[in-house]
């Protein structure tokens, strides 16, 4: 987590927004950031990257080229007991 969130506290607060990504720990314990990429397009859909992500994430794993995965993505929830919606949490850890 440590390793991942920067990244999308960065973008959040310059940008307002972020494309999935995600990244892996090798089994040595190196970690490993990863983007991905539909080529048909320069806005792709959010579920179409999470996609790529979890199958590429799945296949390392399935040949033990990794211990630990994640995938982070800007996302709001409904807020219990109101109408509104979360606004992105950039103060994590």
């Known amino acids: 987590m440590n390793e991942m969130l920067p990244l999308a506290k960065g973008m959040l607060l310059e940008y307002g927004e972020f494309f999935p990504y995600g990244g892996y720990m090798k089994p040595d314990g190196e970690i490993v950031h990863v983007g991905a990429k539909n080529p048909a397009t ?3 859909k959010s579920k179409d990257l999470i996609d790529i992500l979890q199958n590429s994430f799945r296949e390392r794993a399935s040949r033990q080229q990794c211990k630990a995965v994640a995938i982070v993505y800007d996302v709001t929830v409904p807020l219990p007991l109101s109408n509104r919606r979360s606004e992105n ?3 994590i850890a």
């Open 42 to 44: 320069d806005r792709p």
């Open 89 to 91: 949490l950039i103060d």
